[in-house]
């Protein structure tokens, strides 16, 4: 091992005892605590859950479920997570500190448009530990599905492209808000952007969740840059996550963003059903996406807000800076919508809600998050 090597390594080696630490410390004082905000926090544990019917199932033995808090009947999603040591996957309990860590996280990021944490809860005797979150209604990749009509039994009509434009202006502001918070407040990096993590309410509100790869920020680095490059999905990755030796910064979050838009917007994703290998060299060769007018029928401030997200160098890519000029809040299509009375958007999300809400049954059959 070189002496640059062997310098990485204690480093490497310090940041996991310190985040062993941190772990340590987060559970002594917050498992088994459920915050309501207002209240003060009260002990619990998993006999306080009703747990009910599945919402999706994800990687690592993860499953959310539907559940009530039963003290004071409260309606919340609980994520109940297998503790397992990765990557081997011995159940010996030593994957409780990335599972803290998400907690944690959750905790850091707590924003309107940010899925709340009300709590967690370890399970010693079955390796199981339950976060407990507020409670949403449906996903953007399910209000996608309903609105371009994909294989929706029952479904006569798509939506049309100016109610689908209304739909993504206020998505887009309250996206924007929590990713420009996580950003320069919470210092985290969310690192798996997508539809699926982007969920609404029956209040009409819009609101990023799933920290499941969220990472502190490496302040080694700069107070903006993360450095794991193969955490989330890889349709939605940045170019310089590719290459990322030193690092990637917060402009991947509004690539991933672009991408996401182009998604809703169009009712597809432009890398998806191409192997991974394939994927990566078209992200990083290929021209990026663009929303045309003559085929998609969508507003200028609408496609050039997806341009400003998907420009490839990074440099010339929309920030999530508030000094900069350039940034995504200075956009027409961000100001415009931001402009309108916060109860018409929310009117409006409530809208496509009740549109998607009878056809999330056959949405879900099976599901994978």
Not at 152 to 160: C, R, T, V
Not at 240 to 253: C, L, M, N, Q, T
């Amino acid at each position: 091992m070189s002496g640059l090597e062997g310098v990485f390594a204690r480093m490497k080696l310090k940041e996991q005892q310190n985040a062993t630490r941190d772990t340590q410390a987060l559970i002594a004082s917050d498992n088994g605590k459920f915050h309501v905000e207002g209240e003060a926090p009260v002990n619990f544990t998993v006999n306080d859950l009703e747990l009910a019917d599945s919402i999706g199932v994800g990687f690592f033995t993860e499953e959310v479920v539907r559940a009530v808090y039963k003290p004071n009947g409260m309606e919340i999603a609980v994520k109940k997570i297998k503790i397992f040591s990765r990557p081997t996957g011995r159940n010996d309990g030593h994957g409780q500190d990335s599972m803290i860590r998400e907690a944690s996280n959750f905790g850091r990021a707590a924003h309107a448009n940010v899925v709340r944490l009300h709590g967690f809860y370890i399970d010693k005797l079955s390796f199981t530990c339950y976060i407990c979150m507020e409670m949403m209604h449906a996903n953007l990749d399910e209000v996608k599905r309903v609105a371009h009509n994909q294989d929706i039994p029952g479904l006569s009509e798509s939506f049309s492209k100016a109610e689908n434009e209304s739909f993504l202006g206020c998505v887009t502001v309250s996206i924007v808000n929590a990713l420009s918070f996580l950003r320069n407040v919470a210092k985290v990096m969310h690192r798996d952007l997508k539809p699926n993590n982007i969920m609404v309410n029956d209040k009409g509100a819009v609101k990023l969740c799933d920290f499941g790869v969220s990472k502190k920020l490496q302040s080694t680095l700069s107070s903006t840059r993360a450095n794991t490059a193969g955490v989330g999905c890889l349709c939605y990755m940045a170019p310089e996550r590719f290459d990322a030796v030193d690092g990637y910064g917060s402009k991947s979050e509004v690539w991933s963003f672009g991408i996401t838009l182009f998604e809703c917007a169009t009712g597809r994703n432009p890398y998806e059903g191409n192997i991974d290998f394939v994927v990566s060299s078209m992200i990083k060769t290929d021209d990026a996406p663009r929303i045309e007018r003559e085929e998609n029928g969508y507003g200028l401030n609408l496609r050039n807000f997806v341009d400003a997200c998907l420009f490839k160098p990074e440099d010339k890519r929309a920030s999530l800076s508030p000094s900069d000029s350039n940034c995504l809040q200075c956009k027409k299509f961000y100001k415009q919508h931001a402009a309108l009375p916060s109860e018409r958007r929310n009117s409006t999300v409530m809208a496509v809600l009740d549109r998607v809400t009878p056809h999330l049954p056959h949405l879900r059959k099976g599901l994978i998050v």
